[in-house]
Nanobody, 125 residues
Framework: QVQLVESGGGLVQAGGSLRLSCAASGSIFSIDTMGWYRQAPGKQRELVAVFTTSGSSTNYGGSVKGRFTIARDNAKNTVYLQMNSLKPADTAVYYC??????????????????WGQGTQVTVSS
């Protein structure tokens, strides 16, 4: 079984910075995509930043471009989200997501989407 564990959320003033981490563990064969989404109260979950196609490229949500940076440590199956110049509008629960192929009993499974438990980011004005 695969788990995604997030850390690094918290309360910060506008203009400040936070760094989120998400570590994947379990019977992992490969990670095809891995990244971050967020959901604010009363709003739909939206893309923040993601590594696509086995880490060969990145995709950012329009509202965070130039302020947020996603990074990846393949050896640790971990992604990071460096968030700078934070705004109150960035307040949300941030979720890690990964599309992972597992190896179970010597058999490689199809890719399956996993979500972390979420970490709260609150930006005060």
């Amino acid at each position: 079984q695969v788990q995604l564990v997030e850390s690094g959320g918290g309360l910060v003033q506008a203009g400040g910075s936070l760094r989120l981490s998400c570590a994947a563990s379990g019977s992992i064969f490969s990670i095809d995509t891995m990244g971050w989404y967020r959901q604010a109260p009363g709003k739909q979950r939206e893309l923040v930043a993601v590594f696509t196609t086995s880490g060969s490229s990145t995709n950012y949500g329009g509202s965070v471009k130039g302020r947020f940076t996603i990074a990846r440590d393949n050896a640790k199956n971990t992604v990071y989200l460096q968030m700078n110049s934070l705004k109150p509008a960035d307040t949300a629960v941030y979720y890690c997501n990964a599309l992972i192929k597992e190896i179970i009993g010597g058999v490689i499974t199809n890719g399956r989407s996993y979500w972390g438990q979420g970490t709260q980011v609150t930006v005060s004005s």
